[in-house]
């Protein structure tokens, strides 16, 4: 993985100088975090003694589940002559290179080299590939990037939805860099024009919103509201609705839709697989036991949302290879730039080994869509 990116004096973006009419930034595709959770994938995609192949976080790495059902990840090279390890095997306790026969347990080091005679003696235990930190909660696997400290902090987890499976999951990869599918994850303003459909909102149905925003972990918070008037797919869900919205480094969107006693949760997580594509997944949880019967229905809305947002992001790239210094407005874009604050702050209190100072305040933006 790239070395951490926790100079105090770069981050995330390069001013460009600032006007009247909004602020001008460039984004840094290089530029993720290490020391955070990234989302890897559902936990149902790691069965017990399948090794999967991914690359994340600009490496290629196997995702391994042992017969005891303990997930694991290794680097995808094995240390003797550099072959992939996922061209070997896995019998459900150690990885098997396919080129000379050299194992590896869960922990990345080495247990046997077949070649060795008895009288040979070699320390192959000292032999080891990279291991990478592995959490799994509420039927997602995270992989930690960057150095690892001595506690690492528990993964990522959805609100009020302990115990409750998984419903929907999708995953597409954009041909972006990560900060792009981020600030266009939480972008406010472009629903109306990229998510126009019979089925959500139309661009007549635009209008003016008013949303209060406080500072919540490592991000920020959408407080509770009443959905908007022309989202008509929260209407599936029927009753009372509340919606509350939290984004989070290093790219997360968590929305809490609440139905009486019911809760619909929708996670969003932005995971770089290198400097110029992304992986993005929505997974989606319920409460209701009658929405089960529109689980097709749900899978395909969100391949239909997750699609129009990566047909925008790879039109992008075509302006983007300009490199052109990006115009960020207030009040639509103003989640994009505490998104470059927060990133900011997270290098610099880094480098600087004290706790991350969060630089969002509570306000009340505006915007039509």
Known sequence: ?????????SGPLQQS???????RQQADPAAWLDG????????????PGAM??????????????????EAFALRDICPHRGIPLSCGSFDGREVTCCYHG???????HCTAIPSLTDDQRFEFTKIRTRRFPVAEAQGNLWIWAGAQPDVLPPPPQVPEMHGSQQRVVETQEFPCALDHAVIGLMDPAHGPYVHQSWYWRSLRSAHEKAKRFVPSDLGFTMARHKPSRNAAAYKLLGGDLETEIAFR???LRIETITAGRHRFVGLTAVTPIDMNRTQVTQVMYWTM???NLLKPVARWLARQFVGQDRAIVTQQQRGLAQRPALLLIDDADTQAKWYYACKREFARAAAERR????PVTEQVLRWRS
Do not use: H
């Open 289 to 291: 036991p009658w929405l």
């Open 52 to 69: 999967v192949t991914r690359t994340l976080l600009g490496e290629t790495l196997i995702l391994c589940r042992t017969s005891e059902g």
């Open 249 to 251: 480094l290093p790219g």
């Open 17 to 23: 100088g600032a006007n009247d009419a909004g602020e």
């Open 355 to 358: 706790p991350f100072v969060n």
């Open 1 to 9: 993985m790239p070395e951490p990116q926790a100079s105090p004096l």
């Open 36 to 47: 955070l959770w990234y989302y890897a994938l559902p936990s149902s995609q790691v069965k």
């Open 102 to 108: 050299w194992r590896f347990d869960r922990t990345g």
